[in-house]
Structure formats: C-alpha cells, structure tokens
C-alpha cells in the first residue's frame, strides 16, 4: 500500500511538472481575460505562479484520486483504461479552455494551444497511473465470449444508436440548460455579445460530455440508475470539473460565486442527462428493435 501511494506521488510530481513545463512554453498564447483582473488574496501573497503551481498540485491530485476510486471498474487493459479516463478528463478540460472565446473574446487558436498544456499531462498521468498502480481488466466468461459472437452486426448497429442519442441527449440538455442560467444571467457568458461562439461552445461542451459519459460510464457500479447518474455526476464529472475550473478564483477576485453556481448547473445537467441515458438507452429499450431486426435477418 505504501509502494502504491508513493508510485501516486512521483506521477502526480511528473504530471505537475510537465504541466507547468507546457504552460511555461505557451506563455505567450495565453489570454485569461481582454482587460487586466484584480488578483486573488491568495495570489497576491504567492504571486501568480505560485496560485498557478498550487491549482496545479491541487488539480492533478484531485484526478488522480478519482482514478483511483473508479479504477478497477472502468472497462479495458492497463493502458487501456488509463487513456480512456485520460482522453475523458482532458477533452473535457481541453473544450472548457475555448470557453474563454466566448465569454473573453479570446483567440480560439491561443485557447486551444494553453488547453493542450492541461490535456497533455491529464492523459499522461492517467495512462501512468494505470500502467504501474491500476488492475488488468478481469477475464469474461466463456460464455459471455460466445453470446458477443452472436449477431454482430446488430450488435454494432445498436451501439452506434446508443452512442449518437447519449451524444444528442448531453448536448442538447446541456445547450438548453446553459441558455436558461445565460438568459437569467446565473452565471458570466458571452452570448449577447458573442452570441454565434457562444451557441458553437455549449453545443461542443455537451458532445464532450456526452463523450466523456460514454467512455467512463461503465465504471459506476450501482443497480439504481438513479444512483449511478447521479455517482457519475458528482463523482466523475463534478469532481474533475470544479477542479478544472477553479483556476480562476484561485488567481483572480470576483469568480468564486460564479463558479459555485456555474459547476452546480453543470453537475445538474450531467446528472439529468445521464439518468434519462441509463432509462432510454439500456438495454430493454432496444429489445424490440433487435428482435426485429432478428426476424428480418432469417
């Protein structure tokens, strides 16, 4: 257990390390905000590197320790489940930095090149993680092998429907549910001023967490569908994103409100949106379709 924690330590170091390393070298992209922010208490004390390096720590931390609750239930090899948590959080993390082409004005191609600085070491830590702390996949039974041999073809069409309609139920509940908090002003936006960037970035942050939900869905285990939405909401998704997002009131005054509001909104939608997933898209739902389909094959 010991080996095991100090193994989590030095690659959260190599993780922190290669983050603060990239963003060292797109410093010159980087655009938080159009006009000049009043720093944080925090940051005037520690300075602006030293919020930086301290979100940092905390961040790659806080993933890391949700990847080691969630581990050994999230589906593939070694390498394999590392990537795909990996690829979860940092696409998620990645698409969140464009925000600032709406809500700031920013550069879209500043934004991505600073986000590929937070993407890089999120898949790097993970598959890390992974491959020297995580569990092999554990063996199917035979016979589970032969069932998957069994109608391919239908196999693959059913999971291709399911994966389109978890991606249009994310995005479109997402799209909906930020436009009320845009409208009633919950929460900062872009969308009176940046109106078209604004409706793009909504609509691509609900596909990425629809596509986030499908590569890491498996690894809560709950037979209430409820409660598995609501686990992946909290857990997975809240957990990461309040991490991702609270660079911002850690650096600079007057976010901390918003980002509370902004991650509980969000969490919400995730939430929503995975339940209705888990009640329309199981596997009952698509019975008759594949009986159909089994009877048109004969």
């Not at 199981?282 to 094959?297: A, I, Q």
């Amino acid at each position: 257990m010991k080996s095991k924690k100090w193994k989590y330590a030095v690659i959260i170091t190599i993780a922190v390390a290669l983050d603060i390393l990239l963003h060292v070298l797109t410093g010159g992209y980087s655009e938080t905000a159009p006009h000049a922010l009043e720093l944080s208490s925090l940051a005037e004390h520690v300075g602006e590197e030293g919020a930086a390096i301290l979100w940092a720590v905390l961040a790659f931390s806080g993933v890391a320790y949700v990847f080691h609750r969630f581990e050994g239930s999230i589906k593939g090899s070694k390498f394999t489940k590392g990537l795909r948590y990996g690829i979860a959080i940092g696409m998620m993390w990645l698409i969140a930095m464009l925000e600032g082409v709406a809500l700031f004005g920013n550069s879209l191609l500043n934004e991505f090149i600073v986000g590929l600085s937070d993407f890089i070491p999120v898949v790097v830590m993970s598959v890390l993680l992974s491959l020297f702390t995580g569990n092999n996949e554990s063996t199917r039974p035979a016979s589970s092998l032969v069932k998957r041999r069994k109608n391919p073809d239908m196999k693959k069409l059913a999971s291709q429907r399911k994966n389109l309609l978890t991606l249009i139920v994310f995005a479109t509940l997402f799209l909906v549910g930020r436009y009320v908090a845009y409208h009633t002003e919950l929460i900062m936006s872009g969308y009176r001023v940046n109106g078209l960037s604004t409706a793009v970035w909504t609509f691509f942050m609900g596909l990425t967490m629809g596509a986030a939900y499908l590569l890491l869905h498996h690894a809560v285990k709950d037979d209430l569908k409820i409660m598995k939405s609501v686990t992946f909401g909290i857990c997975i998704f809240g957990t990461t994103w309040l991490l991702f997002i609270c660079f911002m009131p850690l650096l600079f005054k007057g976010f901390l409100v918003d980002v509370l509001v902004r991650v509980a909104i969000d969490v919400t939608l995730v939430i929503i949106s995975a339940y209705c997933c888990e009640l329309l898209l199981s596997d009952s739902t698509f019975r008759k379709g594949r009986l159909k389909y089994e009877r048109e094959s004969v």
